[in-house]
């Protein structure tokens, strides 16, 4: 009778316990997204422009999501460590991506563990940034078109500069002289800050600069402004046309900011997120922040922001290989 009844309890206590697992599961499939925190991967160094946006919206999207966000740094390798630990995660929306646009530009210069289309599903575009193109305040000119005129007549006697070979920068510019018809010698430096002070020196002609870098050599007299490379100007110099508005209208060189799961996340869930950004982003504070530190709000939905990435990675890779600057390492 003894082994009876413990063979009879084992079998209600199994029946129990899968009766309890089974719902449990059910109740956690039904569970509406999100059931715990979020966690959003940088894959730049703490004050990086996507690090400084992911941190600026994460408190508005924690409470519109009701779950906190956990921003996280994981940078390194021109971004690809961090870009490959958001691929490989599980596609359950509970850890997501904020980058730039050296999400389509990074694979396409050098050899990457993941494809930036097929491994991610974008959920949206959230801002943009500019770039100015700055001279040396002793350079003859004082408007965009005169100094497309004193490049064309110096050809590679006028020369740019930029933080290194395969740099966002060195391609937007190489894309701005292909677009105006000059021909600049490139001078590399080691580094954003080497390249401006290579320009305040005047040992280069011109650089390509985003505006948070340059906006305070600007305001010193130390920097000329004198055009911005996107379609609509920083609200922080609203008064320097851009390059399309000076005659080029198939320039369109921004800087953007958009936030990406990994590849299978399930559309409700890219939804879900999608409109979480839009309501944080919609917020008068979050935008007048975005601002002050030069990005313009610009929210999309998932589709026309996979259809930017498709693009602008398609035309990275056509310049990146015209220019013979693709590496493997």
Known sequence: ????????????LIGALFGTAFFSG?????????????????P?????????????????????????????????????IGTSFVAKAPADGYT?????NTHVITPASRKAPYDPITDFAPIGQIATGQMMVLVNPSVPATTF??????????????????????????????????????????IPAN???????????????????????????????????????????????????????SGYPDVNLSIWVGMYAPAGTPRPIIDRLNRALRTVVGNAAIRDSLSEKGYDPALSSPDEFAALNKREFALWSQLIQKNGLRTND
């Open 145 to 186: 078109p005169q100094l497309v005129d004193y490049l064309r007549k110096r050809g590679d006697g006028a020369t740019y500069s930029t933080p290194g070979v395969g740099s966002t920068t060195h391609l937007y510019t190489l894309a701005l002289q292909e677009a105006i018809g000059t021909n600049m010698r490139h």
């Open 44 to 80: 730049y160094t703490p004050g990086a422009s996507a690090d400084m946006i992911a941190r600026l919206i994460s408190n508005e999207l924690a409470n519109d999501l009701g779950q906190p966000i956990v921003v996280e740094n994981k940078a390194g390798a021109a971004s690809i």
């Open 96 to 100: 997501v991506m904020m980058a730039l």
């Open 26 to 42: 059910v109740a956690s499939a039904q569970a509406p997204f999100p059931a715990r925190p979020v966690k959003i991967i940088v």
């Open 1 to 12: 009778m003894k082994f009876r009844f413990t063979v009879g309890l084992s079998r209600a």
């Open 191 to 245: 580094g954003m800050n080497v390249a401006v002070m290579d320009v305040m020196q005047n040992s280069s002609t011109l650089l390509i600069g985003p505006v948070e870098s340059a906006r305070t050599h600007i305001a010193s007299g130390r920097l000329r402004a004198l055009a911005q490379t996107g379609k609509q100007p920083s609200p922080l110099f609203p008064n320097v046309p851009t390059v399309e508005r």
